[in-house]
């Protein structure tokens, strides 16, 4: 069995728990929910959007991943900023803003403009969101944070499942911006709780902020996403180039700031500890692995399978109630058996749920299908999100709270940013290149409405359908080859996804300590940061 870590500087002589600490974990939670529901309510709207703006797949995957881009390019800076200034700050300033932001992106008059709004409400949430898990790491300890992290982790991600669940019930009586004022009466408890509840001022740091590793840090997080992003895009070739040129840069000037840094905002010595870096990368993939399934999910059930918006925001439901039921236990798991074999159990669930979409998603399925796969992967990320993130928090001290809780956000949200990028330009790549092959293929009678339209036929699923709806003698032809384009796109987004969780998989079994090892060495980490 594992025991909990050695006490840390300042927790030695601090509860296990603050006082009214229910009511303190709910506000936190209330907080987090906000950025998890506003995370995840546009994916079921993006046939809406496509349609509404007529908007290629790019500037969907755009509008998807704005908000996870926004949050993890910005998350490491304002993590640093909250554990200078006063994380309570940070955090009611982060859900104060999230309301305009959301008005902003409910009323937007383009595609851009939304896109844009979803990156400002990133931003704003990088100031709340990682303030959430900085405060618990500073106010729980032991096997009380242990707790507390567990059901920050599972309600969390439950509540980022259940966000195009919410999303599809209000698009059947309202148009596509109403999913983006459902977090606002959230978002005005939250902030009544945050200011009421929450403590401030503790076990906060000292010493001046890495302003430049800050800024190296943003520009290395977004060029990276772009970069992925138009990878495949036709044309775009060139700027993928640029970015991903900017990314390395820009890694190499944070890695040499973050070293000459009297205060670094990014501790290389704390992130070379292996129950860190190895916990940060596994928590990336798995929580990427739920963002990505989400993303590509819900358009193909909607644009695949023909569900309503409600209908496709319940097929969610398995993943959220497991996800929730199942956290307690990784808990559990972790103090029993550490958080390697915790680890391990989640990877293997996230890979039935990948390999039950690839084999059994296809054209007109029974909803059990849906249900089980998602399922599987709801499983998956509420045994692996405990200890990913509880691995981090214990390897660093709490003074540099802001930094674990930044990189175990960045976890979820450049996890979600990178696979979603790279689940939208494989399904981009595949749908455009299926699609190519249907329309070499598809007899003499159609060509002249193929010549006019076949850049918008390429484009998205969302062009297609209106490209059929502007020529409905041939409306059955173009959405029959749609589906089968959007199948064998979606297709390269599941063996990616496959993958991915092989490769994490493999660097928590060979890197990531045995629980014997792990409590060695947390407890040799608490003992050099006193």
């Known amino acids: 069995m594992t025991s909990a870590p050695a006490a840390r500087t300042g927790e030695r002589d601090q509860p296990a728990a603050p006082a009214r600490a229910g009511l303190v974990l709910t506000a936190l939670i209330l907080v987090a929910a906000v950025a998890n529901l506003n995370l995840s309510v546009a994916n079921v709207a993006l046939p809406d959007i496509g349609r509404a703006f007529d908007s290629s797949q790019t500037r969907l995957d755009l509008v998807a991943i704005g908000y996870s881009l926004g949050l993890a390019a910005s998350v490491l800076y304002l993590g640093a900023l909250g554990d200078r200034h006063g994380r309570k700050m940070m955090l009611v300033i982060g859900v104060a803003l999230a309301i305009p932001i959301s008005l902003l992106a409910a009323w937007s008059p383009s595609d851009i403009v939304l896109i844009a709004a979803r990156i400002l409400g990133g931003v704003s949430a990088g100031m709340a969101y990682p303030t959430t898990l900085a405060l618990i790491t500073a106010l729980w300890s032991g096997q009380a944070r242990t707790k507390a992290i567990a059901l920050w982790s599972g309600v969390g991600g439950a509540i980022a499942a ?129 963002m990505g399934a ?159 339209t076949q850049t918008e036929l390429e484009n998205s699923f969302a062009s297609a359908v209106d490209t059929a709806q502007r020529y409905p003698q041939y409306a059955p032809q173009i959405i029959g080859a749609a589906r089968e384009a959007f199948l064998d796109g979606d297709r390269w987004t599941y063996l990616a996804g496959i993958g991915a969780i092989l490769i994490g998989a493999l660097l928590v079994f060979f890197a990531f300590p045995k629980p014997q090892r792990e409590r060695q060495l947390l407890e040799e980490y608490a003992s050099a940061d006193r």
């Open 162 to 290: 259940l966000g195009p669940t919410i999303a599809g019930a209000v698009l059947e009586g309202f148009w596509w911006g109403a999913v983006f004022l459902v977090t606002l009466p959230l978002a005005a408890v939250a902030l009544v709780l945050a200011v009421v509840l929450v403590p401030a001022h503790v076990n906060e740091g000292g010493g001046r902020v890495d302003n430049l590793g800050g800024a190296c840090s943003i520009l290395l997080v977004a060029a990276l996403v772009l970069a992925i992003n138009d990878a495949a895009v036709p044309g775009a070739g060139r700027r993928a180039i640029v970015l991903a040129v900017i990314a390395v840069v820009a890694a190499a000037l944070f890695v040499l700031r973050q070293r000459r840094a009297a205060n670094p905002l990014f501790d290389l010595e704390i992130a070379g500890r292996r129950t860190f870096w190895v916990a940060a990368c596994a928590g990336i993939i798995v929580f990427g692995s739920l």
């Open 294 to 452: 989400m993303f590509v999910g819900q358009q193909f059930l909607q644009n695949v399978l023909g569900y309503s918006t409600l209908k496709a925001g319940l097929s969610i439901l398995p993943a959220a109630a497991l996800m929730v039921l199942v956290a307690p236990r990784s808990a559990a798991l972790v103090r029993r058996r550490g958080s390697r074999v915790t680890l391990l159990l989640g990877y293997l669930f996230c890979l039935l749920g990948f390999v039950a979409m690839l084999l059994l998603w296809k054209e007109g399925i029974a909803f059990w299908r849906v249900a089980l796969a998602y399922g599987l992967i709801g499983i998956g990320v509420g045994l692996a999100g405990t200890p990913a993130s509880h691995a981090l928090t214990s390897s660093v001290p709490v003074r540099r709270a802001g930094m674990a809780s930044g990189t175990a956000d960045l976890q979820r949200d450049l996890g979600g940013a990178v696979l979603q990028s790279v689940f939208g330009a494989l399904l981009t790549a595949g749908y455009a290149s299926a699609f190519a092959k249907e329309l070499a293929g598809a007899p003499a009678a159609y060509q002249p409405a193929i010549d006019a």
